[in-house]
């Protein structure tokens, strides 16, 4: 058996399942970028069916694609890792690496998504800790004595299709996911919105407004929470989240390339005024408001103290 190794059960079979198909070449992707190998076994393959049928015992599931294995010794049973939706998520951890893989105990599937730890960097300014964000010095801008009241949530959305039919676009989608993937970003989750669901067909064609591109695919959104104001305990901002059109594949690609794909150009977009989500002045207006309420709780503390 070899050396400790990973190992894929996926199904080639063609009569599969669209999306079942679409997240093995997902998952193929990522383990490429963090320079993953693994020995693939094709449980739609009869030879292996015997295997197929052992890993199924292991993991408690049955026919269900992809699936991660860390095969250890050839004395021991290999160690269910998790599926497609584990794997997506240690790989969004910074914990899709051969190293933490091969060296974990118990099945994955034991654990839920909440118990796989997300990477805290220390933050170096009070900026940093209150926005959540991982800025350089570098990124701090005039507006930090503002922003450092609210908290910052945000997301990246890639709109993507996995009925599309056409190769070039199939690639296209599979290279960008790649490539955003294999940045690391520490404060960027990566959501995948299939916009050939029906089910999503009004968050798609908002997407499509937002960008201005219809039936294009793929493209890179920011979803970006309203702020909220830190230390009142009603929010003061509301609740609707703004996206951000980030780019299509050329646009994407370019900036890869040109080096300006990072954490702090993408979180730079929320500054810019009169972008497609509305621009920054929701934040700088409920900015303002909190700090005028700051100084007259002060104010009204130190009275009651004389």
Known sequence: MGPPHLLLLVS????????QLANQDLVATMMESQG?????VDGADPANRERRNELF???????KYPQLFAVKSKDEPPTFIGNFETIQELNECGQLNEAHLLGVSESAETKSADTIPSPTPSPTTQEETSRGLSLTEDDVHSTTTQTSIVNINAHLLLLISNLSGNRKQDSNQSQLMQVVRSKGFSRLPIQTLDGSDPEVKERRDELFGISGLRAKYPQLFLVVET??????????????SRTIFLGDYDTIQAMEKDGSLTEATIFEEMTKPN????????VVLGAHVAVVAAIV??????QKKK
């Open 12 to 19: 080639k079979s063609t009569i599969g399942n669209r999306e």
């Open 36 to 40: 993953l190998a693994a020995e693939v």
């Open 57 to 63: 015992g292991i993991s408690g599931l049955r026919a």
């Open 227 to 240: 702020p909220k104001v830190s230390f009142l305990p009603l929010s003061w901002m509301g609740t609707k």
């Open 275 to 282: 972008n497609n989500s509305g621009g920054n002045g929701w």
């Open 297 to 302: 709780v002060g104010i009204v503390k130190l």
